[in-house]
């Protein structure tokens, strides 16, 4: 069974830095690129970065974020992670992982679909 437990999430304040955990079982990262999303309160969901192991470990982000997270993966700890660096209060919102086609244009685009695997979410508050 495909399973992931997003962890990490807090309060931080702007400039600060937060790491978040995507832990994966059920599956490798071979099979399957990871996204991570997030959703704020009265707002779409929107994608933030992706990584595909498979497709020579290509990493894609946001424009809202590049420069600023970075996503990596732990094959020893089966773990995706997004590092979030000079944190705005705009990035607050709650964050998912999900699995997405290894290959396509879902990962280079961020989007999801209610069919990937997702996680229940970590959240994430930035105050001024």
């Known amino acids: 069974e495909v399973q992931l437990v997003e962890s990490g999430g807090g309060l931080v304040q702007a400039g600060g830095s937060l790491r978040l955990s995507c832990a994966a079982s059920g599956f490798t990262f071979d099979d399957y690129a990871i996204g991570w999303f997030r959703q704020a309160p009265g707002q779409e969901r929107e994608g933030v970065s992706c990584?595909?192991?498979?497709?020579?470990?290509?990493?894609y982000y946001a424009d809202s974020v590049r420069g600023r997270f970075t996503i990596s993966t732990d094959y020893v700890k089966n773990t995706v992670y997004l590092q979030m660096n000079s944190l705005k209060p705009e990035d607050t919102a709650s964050y998912y992982c999900a699995t997405l086609p290894r290959f396509g244009s879902r990962c280079p685009t961020l989007q999801g679909d209610v069919t990937d695997h997702w996680g229940r979410g970590t959240l994430v508050t930035v105050s001024s």
């Open positions: 990584i595909s192991e498979a497709d020579d470990s290509a990493t």
